[in-house]
């Protein structure tokens, strides 16, 4: 099984920043794609952003230009750097990873999700 733990989530003033982890551990042979996820109340969970093996990335329209995805492959960890934070950026958001594990079946695991509140 494969476990993942985000952190770095909450209170944030509009304009302000904070950083989001999540690491994978446990029965992994290597991670294909990795990528945040967010939902606000009310609506659909949307992607935030990508981030391929080869550290190719994919933004959201609505995060271009703030948001910086980054990924550590020796810690099984990825990153989201949030920058110029607005209170539309307001949800609770999940890291998704793609692992292919050592029977070489691959599966798309979830995080428990972190809320981020961009308020005065």
């Known amino acids: 099984q494969v476990q993942l733990v985000e952190s770095g989530g909450g209170l944030v003033q509009p304009g302000g920043s904070l950083r989001l982890s999540c690491a994978a551990s446990?029965?992994?042979?290597?991670?294909?794609?990795m990528g945040w996820y967010r939902q606000a109340p009310g609506k659909q969970r949307e992607l935030v952003a990508v981030i391929t093996s080869e550290s190719s990335t994919n933004y959201a329209d609505s995060v271009k230009g703030r948001f910086i995805i980054s990924r550590d492959n020796a810690k099984n960890t990825v990153y989201l750097q949030m920058n110029s934070l607005k209170p539309e950026d307001t949800a609770v958001y999940y890291c998704?990873?793609?692992?292919?594990?050592?029977?070489?079946?691959?599966?798309?695991?979830w995080g428990q999700g972190t809320q981020v509140t961009v308020s005065s």
């Open positions: 446990g029965s992994i042979f290597s991670i294909n794609d």
């Open positions: 998704n990873v793609h692992v292919v594990q050592f029977t070489r079946r691959s599966y798309d695991f």
